[in-house]
């Protein structure tokens, strides 16, 4: 595959294929709030990362901070698709390999293609997902989308109180905490700018979960002589949150007593798990396009990485 496949004609299909799948539609000109406790006055994360992928469900305030971060980190789309390829592949995993059934999505972001509850489901029908996002937006579209799945449910909680999480009543009612679940974080926890409050969270939100269960996080990765990453930040803290790129170091530290699966915390260049070719061919109407080219990979600056909570 050449870098042309991967951001021309691909990627003007992935947008198109976006679009006809999210509840709404495009936005029109004159664009009004979908609902009125939502703010389109100033850039949510959500919305940019829709914008990212080629989504519909972004606003002009969105475009204009999306461009801005773009301008600065050409890559940036590509990144975010390289994330949920990250993503894909690790629920696939987890549904298939190591047989879980259970999956809280922390940071899920607005529904896209293939999101978790699909992916999984594709392997297990009665694979549970419980969707947990702090924008409200990502709750007014994910109830659209979920609807008619019983298997699936979305709850607007914020990843910097674990303990409302693990106590709340809809994802009580739709997990069995006593069975292992699959705890995705993924490019969420760059968004929680304090290192220690972040840490306390992953750890609060582990130590709820039964040996057996598993944790997958992408993170934004720190990288020397980038200085121009200030101005990015800068673009983010005028947005519903302030972003943080984390050296290796400290990624890792999240994954602290837990034991490391696959390639372990790797750059996503470097990552992969299971075997990659026979999900692949099982595969073939996967519509997030593959990057089969990992060099492509390496100017991405984000690490991910599958530990395995055992106690
Ligand atoms: C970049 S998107 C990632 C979406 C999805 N996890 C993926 O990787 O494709 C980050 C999401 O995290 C959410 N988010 C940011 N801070 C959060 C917090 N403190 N608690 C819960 N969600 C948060 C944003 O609203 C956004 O939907």
């Given at each position: 595959?050449?870098?042309?496949?991967?951001?021309?004609?691909?990627?003007?299909r992935?947008?198109?294929?976006?679009?006809?799948?999210l509840?709404?539609?495009?936005?029109?000109?004159?664009?009004?709030?979908?609902?009125?406790?939502?703010?389109?006055s100033?850039?949510?994360?959500?919305?940019?990362?829709?914008?990212?992928?080629?989504?519909?469900?972004n606003?002009?305030?969105?475009?204009?901070a999306?461009?801005?971060v773009?301008?600065?980190?050409?890559?940036?789309?590509?990144?975010?698709?390289?994330?949920?390829?990250?993503?894909?592949?690790?629920?696939?995993?987890?549904?298939?390999e190591?047989?879980?059934?259970?999956?809280?999505?922390?940071?899920?972001?607005?529904?896209?293609?293939?999101?978790v509850h699909?992916?999984?489901?594709?392997?297990?029908?009665?694979?549970?997902?419980?969707?947990?996002?702090?924008?409200?937006?990502?709750?007014?579209?994910?109830?659209?989308l979920?609807?008619?799945?019983?298997?699936?449910?979305?709850?607007?909680?914020?990843?910097?109180?674990?303990?409302?999480?693990?106590?709340?009543?809809?994802?009580?009612?739709?997990?069995?905490?006593?069975?292992?679940?699959g705890?995705?974080?993924?490019?969420?926890?760059?968004?929680?700018?304090?290192?220690?409050?972040?840490?306390?969270?992953?750890?609060?939100?582990?130590?709820g979960?039964?040996?057996?269960?598993?944790?997958?996080?992408?993170?934004?990765?720190?990288?020397?002589?980038?200085?121009?990453?200030?101005?990015?930040?800068?673009?983010?803290?005028?947005?519903?949150?302030?972003?943080?790129?984390r050296?290796?170091?400290?990624?890792?530290?999240?994954?602290?007593?837990?034991?490391?699966?696959?390639?372990?915390?790797?750059?996503?260049?470097?990552?992969?798990?299971?075997?990659?070719a026979?999900?692949?061919?099982?595969?073939?109407?996967?519509?997030?396009?593959?990057?089969?080219?990992?060099?492509?990979?390496?100017?991405?600056?984000?690490?991910?990485?599958?530990?395995?909570?055992?106690?």
């Amino acid at each position: 595959m050449s870098r042309s496949d991967i951001d021309g004609d691909e990627s003007t299909r992935f947008a198109g294929e976006m679009a006809g799948s999210l509840p709404g539609g495009p936005t029109p000109d004159g664009e009004t709030p979908p609902a009125p406790d939502i703010d389109i006055s100033k850039p949510h994360v959500a919305r940019m990362y829709d914008y990212f992928l080629g989504g519909k469900n972004n606003y002009a305030a969105d475009r204009e901070a999306a461009e801005q971060v773009i301008a600065m980190f050409p890559q940036t789309r590509l990144g975010a698709r390289a994330n949920r390829r990250f993503l894909i592949d690790a629920v696939r995993w987890l549904a298939g390999e190591a047989g879980i059934r259970q999956f809280i999505d922390i940071g899920s972001g607005l529904p896209t293609q293939q999101n978790v509850h699909e992916v999984a489901q594709e392997i297990a029908a009665d694979a549970r997902v419980v969707y947990v996002d702090n924008d409200p937006l990502v709750r007014v579209h994910a109830d659209a989308l979920l609807a008619t799945d019983g298997n699936t449910a979305v709850i607007e909680a914020d990843l910097r109180d674990p303990q409302a999480i693990l106590n709340d009543a809809t994802l009580r009612g739709h997990l069995d905490l006593s069975r292992p679940v699959g705890l995705l974080m993924v490019a969420v926890l760059h968004f929680i700018e304090d290192f220690d409050t972040a840490l306390a969270s992953v750890r609060h939100l582990c130590d709820g979960l039964p040996s057996g269960s598993y944790l997958v996080i992408s993170h934004g990765l720190a990288q020397e002589g980038r200085d121009d990453v200030e101005e990015v930040r800068k673009v983010y803290r005028r947005s519903s949150s302030s972003a943080v790129v984390r050296s290796r170091a400290e990624i890792a530290r999240f994954f602290d007593g837990l034991t490391m699966v696959g390639p372990g915390l790797a750059h996503f260049a470097d990552w992969s798990i299971g075997d990659a070719a026979a999900r692949r061919r099982a595969y073939p109407d996967d519509r997030v396009v593959s990057i089969d080219d990992r060099s492509f990979l390496a100017g991405i600056p984000m690490m991910g990485g599958i530990g395995r909570i055992d106690r």
